[in-house]
């Protein structure tokens, strides 16, 4: 079942938008956030990983492709910065299609778009663009 929920905020309202962003994707086990650059996304992930539980510094894996962190509760998170990747066989080839669907493990996922094709049903997909007032965001969030 399709449903799709929109939200409009600002920056200091993130720790409010990532506790619904949580709340509202916690049965998907692969989380996509697309939007153009500087829009948030990696803002908003470190956020929800805080909310998580996770106590290590969130960084932006844009030059390594994938940052690991863990929860107190034994939780695994990976984090994918993909804007680099050019197709899902340099995706597969990178061996990163092994973390998705682990066992105790959410995989948060910024620019996707090469991979959709390996991602199965039940899939979140949160899209952050830029509100008409630059201070703001329109967050639409998709469970497939």
Known sequence: MKT???TTYSLSDIPSVAKK???LVKDCQVITFTGPLGAGKTT??????????????????????????ENEAGQTFYHFDLYRIGSVAEFQE????????????????????????????GA????????E????????????
Not at 49 to 69: A, D, I, M, R
Not at 94 to 115: K, M, N, Q, R, V
Not at 133 to 144: A, F, N, Q, S, Y
């Open 21 to 23: 962003l949580k709340e």
């Open 133 to 144: 007032d630059l201070e703001k965001r329109v967050m639409t969030i998709r469970k497939t």
């Open 44 to 69: 908003l992930i470190k956020e929800l990983l805080k909310q998580w539980g996770v106590q290590e510094t969130v960084t932006s894996p844009t030059f390594t492709y994938l940052n690991l962190y």
């Open 94 to 121: 990178a061996g990163f299609d092994e973390y998705l669907y682990e066992p105790e493990s959410y995989t948060l996922i910024e620019w996707p778009e090469h991979i959709l094709s390996l991602l199965s049903q």
């Open 4 to 6: 799709e929920t929109t």
């Open 124 to 131: 979140c997909h949160v899209a952050i663009d830029y509100h």
